[in-house]
């Protein structure tokens, strides 16, 4: 039912998908699961788009996913959930979940499926991947088509009609859209319906030659018409932009300034910045024409301050870095250049992702080279990282035609090159016609070396170079070095995307480095977790994971397993006579004393509590084992530590009572009369005197 949820469209429908459920659950007496009833609420909020709280409870609901048989359900989530980030433009995160359904599609039906292929087709829209956008809808209109879906099968439709809009193809494009239209006419769906008629109006406008002004209207106002019945913000204000859009291209000025300022004063940037835009470059051509410079000025000073606000929140995530590059520009000269850095912006994110994900990035050199190749023009290309501590720039990932580049290394302090001078100055070093005079603008000719030269074959110069730094916020990690051994082949939406590419490197170096402390520090608490902080031993709690595998073991192999108990002898008056500090020392050096004792790899030493020691032994003879014993009491005499208050010894000594057998069974329990075995000789010595240590076999005690 619930992977047939889209077939309940809008609000009523979702509240018939409720009561469904809950008419079942309560026919066979069943207690809806914590994810699936989370999921339930997060698809309410959906529905009545209160996004941050569907965002939220979608995620708790993932959070208790944790079952093999959960894992369908998480996918369908991510399904959605992507959807939401989509269309809030957070494109990382919508990546993110969409990657990890792709890879397991295997695991779903053709309801999911459908379902996986038109939101994941809805996201390559919005990123302009047309021919993916539809390839993959093609894909989910026959998915639901297999399983009678219809309202997936209609929303399919349209990101194909849709997709072949923008690849020159309306007849065909507005085809689909009709389809879908028909089906959403069918099963009373105003929301398919108006989403179709918006469509049509965007595709028309797309062909505007082909399609009269009142065509093209009556679209987009039946399309309006119909949001108005529906519940769907986003899509409603798709529309609404598209037709001010398209009113600002008739001659119909002053109503297409009043709808843009309608809109403006309507719209919340922050949740829809992409829509804000288009509108705001829409309102500065009206506004200029109109010749309201007042009022132009106002919106251009609100557009830089929203539009400062919105990139600064973008910084740290790596697609939205690229696109905070593209926003900003507003030149015409820079749009330009845009449009064709637009055309890579999928290239560039695919070699991020891969650099992002890598844990060897020498292994996916050849990969990333090829990627870059197909966007820039190279001959060598590279990453060299910086040591803001030592000040060495390494030149370590480099590749080129004939494959890895050899490793150097260089000083920036005492060494001057290009590279030098991008760490020194944190910009970019763009040069498209090299000789001296050129070069000294950077390194002064007597400070440069032979290494350090930009040829990288002496029959083949280098005559075009961007060199751009790895940094995040005002830290350089590095530089990104590209070359060629022709002139003029580095433009300026070549230098753009290679500047986002770098910022794309380094929050994906700074991740490596974040991941390499987390792990650091995951495996100093999991030590912490599991030794005694005084002495280093392992702490009494590890006895319930450590003793079942040496059990099991010994039992496997027929080896002798010994438990050893150790005490120190009147500790409590060392410690009121020594004070607690030099009591703690006394303990530590036991353990010390213990460390080269048992030295085997095959012991294990415990702090059993206060001055009581365990340790376990495995595979030890009774000779070895006495042996250990004899040396560990005769190196804590030689350190002659005083004990003034202890009966039997002037120095600190130690008792210790052990046993030693060959293990039979694999039962722990088996370990726990070994154990109380140990404790009885350990008794007994304390009964007679105490400094000693007494060892037994099953048969009979051996005392030394």
């Keep these: 039912m619930l992977s047939r949820m889209q077939v309940y469209h809008g609000i009523s429908g979702f509240h ?165 239209l028909a089906i959403a006419i069918a099963h009373q769906n105003p929301r398919v319906q108006a989403i179709a008629h918006g469509y049509i109006g965007q595709v028309m406008v797309k062909h505007r030659e082909r399609y009269s002004e ?22 409603q204000l798709e529309n609404k932009v598209h037709y001010a859009l398209f009113l600002a291209q008739t001659s119909e000025k002053k109503e297409a300034l009043s709808a843009c300022l309608k809109l403006y004063n309507e719209i919340d940037p922050q949740e829809n910045f992409s829509f804000y835009v288009k509108l705001c470059r829409a309102l500065f051509s009206l506004l200029e024409q109109e010749g309201n410079q007042s009022e132009l000025l106002k919106i251009q000073s609100a557009y830089i301050a929203i539009s400062d606000k919105h990139f600064a929140e973008l910084e740290a995530k790596e697609f939205q870095q ?89 000083n920036c302090l005492t060494e001057h090159s290009i590279g030098s001078y991008v760490i020194a100055n944190k910009s970019t070093v763009h040069l498209n016609r090299i000789n001296d005079d050129v070069l000294n603008s950077f390194v002064p000719l007597e400070q440069r070396k032979k290494r350090d030269c930009v040829i990288f074959d002496e029959s083949s110069p280098v005559e075009s170079i961007l060199l751009t730094p790895i940094k995040l916020r005002d830290k350089v990690l590095g530089i990104l070095s590209i070359q060629h051994h022709l002139p003029d082949q580095y433009h300026q939406h070549h230098r753009n995307l290679f500047e986002q590419l770098a910022g794309f490197i380094a929050i994906a170096l700074e991740n490596h480095v974040q991941r390499r402390r987390l792990e650091q520090a995951n495996q100093k608490l999991d030590l912490l977790s599991k030794t005694d902080p005084l002495t280093g031993l392992y702490n009494r709690y590890q006895l319930d994971t450590i003793i079942p595998t040496l059990v099991t073991k010994a039992a496997e192999q027929a080896e002798n397993l010994a438990a050893v108990m150790i005490d120190v002898d009147y500790y409590k008056g060392y410690n009121d006579f020594h004070g607690h500090h030099q009591g703690d020392v006394a303990l530590k050096s036991v353990a010390s004393l213990m460390k080269s004792s048992f030295d085997s790899d095959n012991d294990y030493l415990f702090r059993y509590g206060g001055d009581e020691f365990l340790a376990v032994c495995c595979n030890s003879t009774q000779l070895q084992l006495e042996q250990k014993l004899r040396t560990l009491q005769q190196s804590l005499a030689e350190m002659a530590l005083p004990n003034p208050l202890s009966q039997c010894n002037p120095n600190l000594t130690l008792s210790i009572g052990a046993a030693n057998r060959r293990q039979k069974s694999r039962k722990a329990d088996s370990f726990d009369h070994l154990f109380n075995l140990a404790d009885q000789q350990l008794y007994k010595v304390k009964s007679h005197g105490r400094n000693k240590f007494s060892v037994c076999t099953l048969a009979e005690p051996i005392s030394q």
């Design 16 to 180: 018939q998908l409720e009561k469904n459920v809950q008419d079942i659950c309560q026919r066979y007496d069943y207690v809806l699961p914590e994810a699936q009833r989370l999921f339930l609420i997060a698809l309410a909020h959906d529905r009545y788009d209160r996004l941050k709280d569907a965002i939220q409870t979608y995620q708790q609901c993932i959070s208790q996913c944790t079952d093999e048989k959960d894992y369908v359900l998480k996918l369908h989530v991510h399904i959605l959930l992507g959807s939401i980030f989509a269309d809030q433009e957070d494109y990382q995160d919508a990546y993110t979940l969409y990657r990890e359904v792709l890879d397991h599609t295997n695991l779903l039906d053709d309801n999911y499926r459908s379902l996986a292929y038109t939101n994941i087709s809805d996201f390559h829209l919005s990123l302009g991947q047309f021919q993916k956008a539809y390839q993959l809808a093609s894909l989910g209109e026959q998915s639901a088509a297999k399983v009678g879906n219809n309202v997936n099968q209609a929303i399919c439709l349209l990101n194909m009609g849709y997709a072949l809009g923008h690849q020159h193809d309306p007849v065909t494009a507005i085809g689909h859209i009709e389809d879908a």
């Design 214 to 235: 009142s065509v093209v209207r009556d679209a987009f106002e039946k399309a309006q018409a119909l949001f108005s019945v529906t519940q769907d913000n986003h899509n």
């Design 322 to 410: 690229i696109l905070m590059q593209v926003e900003q520009a507003t030149a015409e000269q820079e749009r330009r250049v845009i449009n064709q850095t637009r055309q890579h912006i999928g290239t560039v994110t695919e070699v991020g992702q891969q650099i992002a994900t890598s844990e060897d990035l020498a292994q996916h050199l050849p990969f990333i080279y090829d990627k870059v190749c197909s966007i820039f023009p190279t001959d060598e290309f590279g990453i060299a990282l910086y040591d803001d501590k030592t000040h060495i720039l390494d030149y370590c990932y480099f590749y080129d035609r004939r494959g890895p580049v050899e490793d150097f290394q260089v």
